[in-house]
């Protein structure tokens, strides 16, 4: 079951990635360090529901995508279309069963960020018959659209 679970590692989630261009990918070195993201705090109702296991059966990005619903559920946004959705697996004997999915939103009506990519990092816990993805840590990168850090990828705010 969980062979099946590492044959995906990354999927197009809408029409418009097709379209844009991919220096949104993340590599997988970069990904498996959460001090590469601004860390994200969930407090209150959203912290309680995104405790919440999420079921294998649906997949890590269903959960990803899920959680980051949570994540944003405060923000007033027009458009929230991700474009990308990468999943990446990191078995060790540190942290066996370790999973961070990143979620890449493009094409911002902000001026001074161009897109932004959520981390999250998942840990499978359970029976091998009940096997649930628990959420462990959120983080957040932006891409600057100005200035000396125009189109790169910051865990800090763009100027």
């Known amino acids: 079951m969980v062979s099946t679970l590492l044959s995906l590692?990354?999927?197009?989630?809408?029409?418009?990635?097709a379209t844009s261009n991919l220096t949104s990918v993340i590599s997988r070195a970069e990904?498996?360090?959460?001090?590469?993201?601004?860390?994200?705090?969930?407090?209150?109702?959203?912290?309680?529901?995104a405790s919440a296991p999420c079921s294998v059966k649906k997949g890590l990005i269903i959960c990803g995508l899920e959680k980051l619903k949570l994540i944003?559920?405060?923000?007033?946004?027009?458009?929230a279309d991700y474009?990308?959705?990468?999943?990446?697996?990191?078995?060790?004997?540190?942290?066996?069963?370790?999973?961070?999915?990143?979620?890449?939103?493009s094409g911002l009506m902000d001026d001074s960020v161009?897109?932004?990519?959520?981390r999250i990092s998942f840990k499978l816990e359970g029976k091998p018959s009940?096997?649930?993805w628990h959420w462990v840590q959120y983080?957040?990168?932006y891409q600057c659209a100005r200035g000396s850090k125009a189109g790169k990828w910051t865990k800090n705010i763009c100027p």
């Open 9 to 17: 590692s990354f999927i197009s989630i809408s029409a418009h990635a």
């Open 31 to 49: 990904a498996a360090n959460p001090t590469n993201f601004k860390r994200l705090n969930v407090n209150g109702r959203a912290a309680t529901y």
């Open 72 to 79: 944003n559920s405060s923000i007033n946004e027009v458009n």
């Open 83 to 105: 474009d990308l959705a990468q999943t990446f697996f990191f078995p060790s004997k540190a942290q066996p069963r370790t999973a961070v999915v990143v979620i890449t939103r």
């Open 114 to 118: 161009s897109a932004e990519r959520y």
């Open 130 to 132: 009940d096997l649930n």
């Open 139 to 141: 983080g957040v990168q």
